[in-house]
């Protein structure tokens, strides 16, 4: 099995930035695709960002566009999303996860791992 463990979550006001890891353990392979979903307050989880095994692809939805940053680093089985210009509609839980390629990032019961969330809240 694949343990996955976010970390850097917090209070920050918009307009501000916040880094956000994923540690990876356990089975995983070289082939992995990493990515970010969030869930805010009364919604249900919605899609972020996605990175290939290799960092050569990576998608991002268009609320986030341009503002946030998806990395990876397969020496550290670490992917992170560097989240810019931050507001309000941002809060969330950011919860990661892990699937066999970028495709399977648009069907959530298809991916492998999730992490258990870390919050991100911010200020107006």
């Known amino acids: 099995q694949v343990q996955l463990v976010e970390s850097g979550g917090g209070l920050v006001q918009a307009g501000g930035s916040l880094r956000l890891s994923c540690v990876a353990s356990?089975?995983?392979?070289?082939?992995?695709?990493m990515g970010w979903f969030r869930q805010a307050p009364g919604k249900e989880r919605e899609f972020v960002s996605t990175?290939?095994?290799?960092?050569?692809?990576?998608y991002y939805a268009d609320s986030v566009k341009g503002r946030f940053y998806i990395s990876r680093d397969n020496a550290k089985n670490t992917v992170y999303l560097q989240m810019n210009s931050l507001k309000p509609e941002d809060t969330a839980v950011y919860y990661c996860?892990?699937?066999?390629?970028?495709?399977?990032?648009?069907?959530?019961?298809?991916?492998?791992?999730w992490g258990q969330g870390t919050l991100v809240t911010i200020s107006s």
């Open positions: 996860a892990l699937g066999s390629g970028t495709q399977v990032f648009g069907q959530q019961d298809k991916l492998d791992a």
């Open positions: 356990g089975r995983t392979t070289s082939n992995d695709a």
């Open positions: 990175i290939s095994w290799n960092g050569g692809v990576t």
